[in-house]
């Protein structure tokens, strides 16, 4: 069974563009959440999509978006990137049903804002 | 939100246990995962409480208590490829699979 996968694993972009993240997860996994980790704050929600839908949203501005697809996998973006945006982007996916699974994470994308 | 509490960095000595604390102050709690990660690398599942008491995989184990907001992941048989951070995180109800992390503990082995 392939695992979470993220695309780009790399990327840099400058200050003022918009980025779009791709993540595709564990086939049958319906839940998939975004994750920012930096050094200083660690790994930070950014928010969660079920079945297309956003479940639940962390504080993050709102230049920060995402959406899912129909077949479970899901994009976020980033609008006018500041320089603290540089980070490690994680997706993590979950099965269908149930709180006590675990999520699975992807390897990332390293963002780079220059 | 949740204040997940975890120390930034501990050493220990090949062969021997670790104990890696996490506390937490949170409304709905809905279970506490440990996850480990090496540097450069995807965070992978460690270990799952929702009710109190341990929870043992192999050389792995992880505590939970509920009433005192409190878990703690328990590494023995220290080997040097346990290098690497240790990550406490919180999955609350209303927020359906996302889960709240602590800043993590940077744990170096050492021969």
């Known amino acids: 069974k392939a695992g979470v996968t993220q695309t780009p694993r790399y990327l840099i972009k400058t200050r003022g563009q918009q980025v779009t993240l791709s993540c595709s997860p564990i086939s049958g996994h319906r839940s998939v959440s975004w994750y920012q980790q930096t050094p200083g704050q660690g790994l930070q929600f950014l928010f969660e999509?079920?079945?297309?839908?956003?479940?639940n949203k962390g504080n993050f501005p709102g230049r920060f978006s995402g959406r899912q697809f129909s077949n479970s996998r899901s994009e976020m973006n980033v609008r006018t990137l500041e320089l603290g945006d540089s980070a490690l982007y994680l997706c993590?996916?979950?099965?269908?049903?149930?709180?006590?699974?675990?999520?699975?994470f992807g390897q990332g994308t390293r963002l780079t804002v220059v | 939100g949740q204040n997940i509490d975890q120390p930034t960095e501990m050493t220990a000595t090949e062969g021997a246990i670790v104990q890696i604390n996490c506390t937490y102050q949170?409304?709905?709690?809905?279970?506490l995962f440990w996850y480990q990660q090496h540097a450069g690398e995807a965070p992978t599942f460690l270990s799952y409480?929702?009710?109190?008491g341990l929870e043992e995989k192999g050389r792995f184990s992880s505590f939970l208590s509920r009433s005192k907001g409190y878990s703690y992941l328990l590494l023995k048989e220290l080997q040097m490829k346990d290098s690497a951070s240790y990550l406490c995180?919180?999955?609350?109800?209303?927020?359906?699979?996302?889960?709240?992390f602590g800043k993590g503990t940077s744990l170096l082995v050492t021969p």
């Open positions: 949170t409304s709905g709690f809905n279970g």
């Open positions: 995180a919180v999955r609350v109800r209303h927020s359906g699979y996302a889960l709240n």
């Open positions: 993590a996916s979950s099965p269908t049903g149930g709180l006590n699974t675990e999520a699975f």
């Open positions: 999509y079920f079945s297309e839908t956003q479940r």
């Open positions: 409480n929702v009710l109190d």
